[in-house]
């Protein structure tokens, strides 16, 4: 095995201060952790609520579509999925056309919790598009970009 050379303190910084993914990753914390504080009131989590509202369809919608939806695999989906059935809030129902699809649904209960989250999380999500640059655009640019990623 050769060896190589170390990895000096300037290098380090320069990763600290351009990595895309390090930024990407202490915002969606930080942004996590804001939600959080925002949704505990009503027992879920930020990510509780994406999922509550990712299920807020017509029609009940099959685990992979919503996985996608989530940018999540399937078995982290699942165990995501787990603590809200035990509350109550999301029900497994059968594809009527396809006994093999699971679909998920949210339940009255699950309904309720979203209505009272949803008015917090437009307060939450108003506070942060004022704090971004170019909040004129009302966070426009940034989703745009991130989005660009996906």
């Not at 999301?90 to 209960?109: F, I, Q």
Request: net charge positive; with cysteine; glycine share 6%.
């Amino acid at each position: 095995m050769s060896k190589r050379p170390a990895v000096t303190t300037k290098e380090t910084h320069f990763v600290r201060d351009h990595c895309l993914c390090l930024a990407a990753q202490r915002a969606a914390r930080a942004l996590s952790r804001r939600f959080d504080e925002a949704f505990r009131p009503f027992g879920i989590t930020s990510g509780q609520f994406s999922l509550l509202n990712a299920l807020n369809r017509l029609e009940p919608p099959p685990l992979g579509a919503v996985a996608r939806l989530l940018a999540m695999d399937r078995t982290t989906l699942t165990a995501n999925l787990k603590p809200l059935e035990r509350r109550g809030l999301v029900a497994p129902v059968a594809d009527p056309r396809d006994r093999r699809v699971r679909r998920l649904a949210l339940t009255p209960t699950g309904r309720e919790v979203l209505a009272e989250a949803l008015p917090v999380w437009r307060t939450v999500h108003a506070e942060i598009d004022l704090s971004v640059p170019n909040a004129e655009d009302g966070g426009r640019t940034l989703r745009e970009g991130l989005a660009a990623l996906l």
